[in-house]
């Protein structure tokens, strides 16, 4: 098991470094002057000329590449912001756990209520219950995720005065924006755990059960909701894998300090090294998710645990 | 669940909310509040006074420093960390007395040699260079403690204006030169308020400076909250999360207005929005055509359906609170069947295309939409070209635009800092602010002549003609000038906003 998670450990890093190249290439392709947006529209050309200087944007692709790799893999450092002049690692490091919570809040939100709600939904399939679960669910999907944040505002912060509207400083902040990145998940969720919930509950080792005499509660959790589990873990790993690279819409928002918004302002700006030490940042986040996703996998089903060389 | 254990269960939810929301209200303040909370729409960049030119990280050092003078929009010099200063006759030496016993927030004093070290920054900086970029560094003086002088390269009478601008804040030597990059978010200065903290994208907080030499702020605290949508700074206003709030959008005017708890700050500030032209491209370059799609354009109607109310029809390049305004000069007139004429004369066929370029503002869009329909009677077809700004620029300085739609501030109380950039043929032919590729001898002597007069009834009249002779040669089509909306609590007092973007908040109280 060991030896299964070393070898993904090692495969991260040309994926990391296929994705430093890629993102480098097509901030160097993309249209606009870093030095001008940090400057101001008011900078003179003298100025704007001498800055790029400065920052080396007049060398060659591959030399600004392979400076950039050189600070990367030999000190670790993801370099300077162009228009902060923090250390990118020290702006990641304040914006990240924003993130991380709201990714963790919103995937609580979702699983706690799309799970139940698709295992009564496959267990009373074609009921009333599961078809307004499903209707639910094709909302969840549809609703753009600004427009329910703001209607939820106005409804819990302004009528209600029960939430507060935006900042992210107590827990109570935390509810209406997990909610509304939440929608989302819980409608993919529910969908997911219902359809496979029903391919499970009609096998025959369920009958079995059943025959065997035991308590519904344990055939449906215990069996059916067991082998049920890995495409659940799948989607669910997917989604929060996605969240974790900041929603920039809800951030926006809720006015939430997260790295989403963090990347927004930084490509606005050809804030160069930010963009590439946050997508870095984001890509490792989602690497390691995808390896916990695969871990849980074992955890689950012996079957795979035994794949796992 | 058992009938008994529902009933357990909703009788513990209920005391559980109780308990929840009980905790959540506010006990009414006894005493008059002395903190304010003002939401923001953007974070600040850097804190260094050198280091950046935007309004939202200007809002910030506007209250942590101090500069030499101050400066109103009359042109009126008032004094503030110099006691006293005079200009040589030939208008190129400038010398401050510098008031004595004044601390920096470290408890060090403000020494003249702080002063020098600081204009000296300003004038190397790039971001701030073309507001003091004309200082000539070499040329610094202290003769004593409290005594500076330096020399401009040329005469420039806007230069005075300058000094009043966030970028000639002055900043302690020692510490920046300790600190390095790291004072941009550790600042340390003079002025009626301390630096506390800095939550990237979420607050910014400061606290009273007890040891200030001027009127001692009313205010013990600022927060500042960057609150990305306008909608939601409007609606914290109404929740009492914030005191005040900066740019309210045009949608959210009349709820702030129709609550009584709320007032509504209004100013017209110094920006203008405008179409320019690219006056080197085939059929721009011919002022005619230019005047043409003035006069088939309804500027009034365009910013009435766009703005709705905020702001005002632009007129000329020089924004109405600059000084030496034309006050004569109204926005231009609408007339269809001129701009037919004109168009005809000019040989310019049925159906000439005009690519209007702009970024994702949504006014601008919105006012290019119209553009495009009142251009349509006139037998022009415009395309609109939305492009993100660094894009859009991009595009500017490679000249590749018909007409791209922009924002231009004069970031000083002098009409200098309004024309000179956008206009001149020194801007023309590089990267830079002539977004017109615009060149005229006239225009170009007037500029000149108005940057090296003194102020005075000639000066001004120049600049009329100036303003006049822009007009004629219709580089741009003048759309709006913008303006400062702001929102607070109806018990806010001591405000009073700038035409500049920026605003000093030290002199507020609450009733």
Same mark, same amino acid.
């Given at each position: 098991?060991?030896?299964?998670?070393?070898?993904?450990?090692?495969?991260?890093?040309?994926?990391?470094?296929?994705?430093?190249?890629?993102?480098?290439?097509?901030?160097?392709?993309?249209?606009?002057?870093?030095?001008? *947006?940090?400057?101001?529209?008011?900078?003179?050309?003298?100025?704007?000329?001498?800055?790029?200087?400065?920052?080396?944007?007049?060398?060659?692709?591959?030399?600004?590449?392979?400076?950039?790799?050189?600070?990367?893999?030999?000190?670790?450092?993801?370099?300077?912001?162009?228009?902060?002049?923090?250390?990118?690692?020290?702006?990641?490091?304040?914006?990240?756990?924003?993130?991380?919570?709201?990714?963790?809040?919103?995937?609580?939100?979702?699983?706690?209520?799309?799970?139940?709600?698709?295992?009564?939904?496959?267990?009373?399939?074609?009921?009333?219950?599961?078809?307004?679960?499903?209707? $639910?669910?094709?909302?969840?999907?549809?609703?753009?995720?600004?427009?329910?944040?703001?209607?939820?505002?106005?409804?819990?912060?302004?009528?209600?005065?029960?939430?507060?509207?935006?900042?992210?400083?107590?827990?109570?902040?935390?509810? *209406?924006?997990?909610?509304?990145?939440?929608?989302?998940?819980?409608?993919?969720?529910?969908?997911?755990?219902?359809?496979?919930?029903?391919?499970?509950?009609?096998?025959?080792?369920?009958?079995?059960?059943?025959?065997?005499?035991?308590?519904?509660?344990?055939?449906?959790?215990?069996?059916?909701?067991?082998?049920?589990?890995?495409?659940?873990?799948?989607?669910?790993?997917?989604? $929060?894998?996605?969240?974790?690279?900041?929603?920039?819409?809800?951030?926006?928002?809720?006015?939430?300090?997260?790295?989403?918004?963090?990347?927004?302002?930084?490509?606005?700006?050809?804030?160069?090294?930010?963009?590439?030490?946050?997508?870095?940042?984001?890509?490792?986040?989602?690497?390691?998710?995808?390896?916990?996703?695969?871990?849980?996998?074992?955890?689950?089903?012996?079957?795979?645990?035994?794949?796992?060389? | 669940?058992?009938?008994?254990?529902?009933?357990?269960?909703?009788?513990?939810?209920?005391?559980?909310?109780?308990?929840?929301?009980?905790?959540?209200?506010?006990?009414? !303040?006894?005493?008059?509040?002395?903190?304010?909370?003002?939401?923001?729409?953007?974070?600040?960049?850097?804190?260094?006074?050198?280091?950046?030119?935007?309004?939202?990280?200007?809002?910030?050092?506007?209250?942590?420093?101090?500069?030499?003078?101050?400066?109103?929009?009359?042109?009126?010099?008032?004094?503030?960390?110099?006691?006293?200063?005079?200009?040589?006759?030939?208008?190129?030496?400038?010398?401050?007395?510098?008031?004595?016993?004044?601390?920096?927030?470290?408890?060090?004093?403000?020494?003249?040699?702080? +002063?020098?070290?600081?204009?000296?920054?300003?004038?190397?900086?790039?971001?701030?260079?073309?507001?003091?970029?004309?200082?000539?560094?070499?040329?610094?003086?202290?003769?004593?403690?409290?005594?500076?002088?330096?020399?401009?390269?040329?005469?420039?009478?806007?230069?005075?204006?300058?000094?009043?601008?966030?970028?000639?804040?002055?900043?302690?030597?020692?510490?920046?030169?300790?600190?390095?990059?790291?004072?941009?978010?550790?600042?340390?200065?003079?002025?009626?308020?301390?630096?506390?903290?800095?939550?990237?994208?979420?607050?910014?907080?400061?606290?009273?400076?007890?040891?200030?030499?001027?009127?001692?702020?009313?205010?013990?605290?600022?927060?500042?909250?960057?609150?990305?949508?306008?909608?939601?700074?409007?609606?914290?206003?109404?929740?009492?999360?914030?005191?005040?709030?900066?740019?309210?959008?045009?949608?959210?005017?009349?709820?702030?207005?129709?609550?009584?708890?709320?007032?509504?700050?209004?100013?017209?500030?110094?920006?203008?929005?405008?179409?320019?032209?690219?006056?080197?491209?085939?059929?721009?370059?011919?002022?005619?055509?230019?005047?043409?799609?003035?006069?088939?354009?309804?500027?009034?109607?365009?910013?009435?359906?766009?703005?709705?109310? +905020?702001?005002?029809?632009?007129?000329?390049?020089?924004?109405?609170?600059?000084?030496?305004?034309? @006050?004569?000069?109204?926005?231009?007139?609408?007339?269809?069947?001129?701009?037919?004429?004109?168009?005809?004369?000019?040989?310019?066929?049925?159906?000439?295309?005009?690519?209007?370029?702009?970024?994702?503002?949504?006014?601008?869009?919105?006012?290019?939409?119209?553009?495009?329909?009142?251009?349509?009677?006139?037998?022009?077809? +415009?395309?609109?070209?939305?492009?993100?700004?660094?894009?859009?620029?991009?595009?500017?300085?490679?000249?590749?635009?018909?007409?791209?739609?922009?924002?231009?501030?004069?970031?000083?109380?002098?009409?200098?800092?309004?024309?000179?950039? +956008?206009?001149?043929?020194?801007?023309?032919?590089?990267?830079?602010?002539?977004?017109?590729?615009?060149?005229?001898?006239?225009?170009?002597?007037?500029?000149?002549?108005?940057?090296?007069?003194?102020?005075?009834?000639?000066?001004? !009249?120049?600049?009329?003609?100036?303003?006049?002779?822009?007009?004629?040669?219709?580089?741009?089509?003048?759309?709006?000038?913008?303006?400062?909306?702001?929102? !607070?609590?109806? @018990?806010?007092?001591?405000?009073?906003?700038?035409?500049?973007?920026?605003?000093?908040?030290?002199?507020?109280?609450?009733?």
């Amino acid at each position: 098991m060991l030896k299964y998670v070393g070898k993904r450990l090692l495969m991260m890093i040309p994926v990391l470094l296929g994705v430093t190249f890629i993102i480098f290439s097509m901030l160097y392709i993309t249209p606009g002057d870093p030095a001008r *947006l940090v400057l101001g529209d008011s900078a003179s050309p003298e100025a704007v000329e001498q800055y790029r200087e400065e920052q080396g944007l007049n060398d060659p692709f591959l030399v600004q590449y392979g400076r950039y790799m050189k600070n990367l893999i030999l000190h670790g450092d993801l370099g300077t912001s162009y228009s902060t002049k923090k250390p990118v690692i020290d702006l990641i490091k304040d914006c990240f756990p924003a993130t991380v919570k709201l990714a963790f809040c919103s995937m609580l939100f979702a699983l706690v209520l799309g799970i139940p709600i698709g295992i009564i939904s496959a267990i009373k399939q074609y009921s009333i219950f599961d078809m307004c679960s499903m209707a $639910f669910a094709l909302l969840g999907i549809s609703m753009p995720v600004f427009w329910l944040g703001l209607l939820l505002t106005l409804l819990f912060s302004v009528k209600l005065g029960w939430l507060p509207s935006s900042g992210f400083n107590t827990p109570l902040h935390l509810i *209406l924006p997990a909610v509304s990145l939440g929608a989302q998940s819980v409608a993919v969720i529910t969908r997911m755990t219902r359809s496979s919930m029903l391919e499970v509950i009609n096998m025959d080792y369920i009958k079995t059960a059943r025959a065997k005499g035991l308590h519904e509660k344990t055939v449906i959790i215990r069996h059916a909701l067991g082998n049920a589990l890995i495409p659940i873990i799948t989607s669910a790993g997917l989604q $929060f894998g996605t969240l974790l690279g900041g929603a920039v819409l809800t951030e926006s928002i809720f006015s939430i300090p997260g790295i989403g918004r963090l990347m927004v302002d930084s490509i606005k700006m050809r804030d160069f090294p930010t963009v590439q030490g946050g997508v870095l940042i984001i890509a490792l986040a989602f690497s390691i998710v995808n390896l916990l996703v695969d871990l849980l996998y074992a955890f689950v089903d012996p079957r795979i645990k035994a794949q796992y060389k | 669940m058992s009938r008994k254990g529902l009933m357990r269960f909703l009788i513990a939810a209920a005391v559980s909310a109780t308990a929840l929301f009980g905790s959540m209200s506010v006990s009414a !303040a006894e005493t008059t509040q002395d903190t304010l909370t003002v939401a923001m729409g953007s974070d600040a960049t850097s804190i260094d006074p050198v280091a950046v030119c935007n309004v939202y990280s200007s809002n910030i050092m506007a209250q942590i420093y101090d500069t030499l003078i101050d400066v109103a929009e009359d042109g009126t010099v008032t004094p503030r960390l110099a006691e006293s200063y005079e200009v040589s006759d030939d208008g190129l030496t400038y010398t401050f007395k510098i008031r004595q016993g004044v601390k920096f927030h470290n408890g060090d004093e403000l020494k003249a040699s702080d +002063v020098a070290y600081s204009l000296k920054r300003a004038q190397a900086s790039a971001a701030v260079a073309h507001i003091f970029g004309d200082i000539d560094p070499d040329s610094f003086e202290v003769p004593d403690d409290y005594t500076v002088s330096f020399k401009l390269q040329q005469q420039n009478t806007g230069f005075i204006a300058g000094l009043a601008n966030t970028g000639a804040s002055i900043v302690p030597e020692a510490v920046v030169e300790a600190e390095g990059d790291n004072f941009g978010s550790n600042p340390i200065g003079t002025g009626p308020f301390k630096f506390v903290s800095w939550t990237k994208n979420d607050t910014i907080e400061l606290e009273r400076n007890d040891d200030y030499f001027g009127e001692e702020p009313a205010l013990s605290k600022i927060t500042f909250r960057i609150i990305t949508e306008a909608t939601n700074r409007a609606i914290e206003l109404e929740s009492g999360g914030v005191d005040m709030a900066f740019d309210i959008s045009t949608n959210d005017i009349s709820r702030v207005e129709d609550n009584s708890n709320l007032q509504l700050i209004r100013k017209v500030d110094n920006q203008t929005t405008f179409l320019a032209f690219n006056c080197e491209k085939e059929p721009w370059n011919n002022p005619d055509v230019r005047q043409a799609i003035s006069y088939a354009l309804d500027t009034t109607a365009i910013c009435n359906a766009v703005w709705r109310g +905020v702001g005002a029809p632009a007129a000329g390049p020089i924004a109405p609170n600059v000084k030496y305004h034309d @006050n004569d000069l109204t926005p231009h007139e609408y007339n269809v069947e001129k701009a037919k004429e004109l168009l005809a004369a000019a040989g310019v066929q049925e159906g000439q295309k005009l690519v209007i370029s702009t970024n994702e503002r949504q006014e601008r869009i919105d006012m290019a939409t119209i553009i495009q329909s009142q251009l349509k009677e006139v037998g022009i077809d +415009v395309e609109i070209e939305v492009l993100e700004w660094g894009a859009l620029l991009d595009k500017a300085d490679r000249r590749e635009q018909d007409a791209i739609m922009v924002g231009w501030t004069c970031q000083t109380a002098d009409p200098d800092m309004a024309v000179y950039a +956008v206009f001149h043929t020194q801007s023309n032919g590089q990267v830079g602010n002539n977004y017109a590729n615009f060149s005229s001898e006239k225009v170009d002597e007037l500029l000149e002549k108005g940057r090296s007069m003194p102020d005075s009834d000639d000066r001004e !009249a120049v600049y009329k003609e100036l303003q006049e002779e822009i007009v004629a040669e219709a580089p741009w089509v003048f759309l709006n000038n913008g303006e400062v909306v702001v929102g !607070a609590k109806a @018990n806010m007092k001591g405000f009073e906003p700038t035409a500049f973007g920026y605003h000093p908040l030290y002199n507020i109280y609450f009733e």
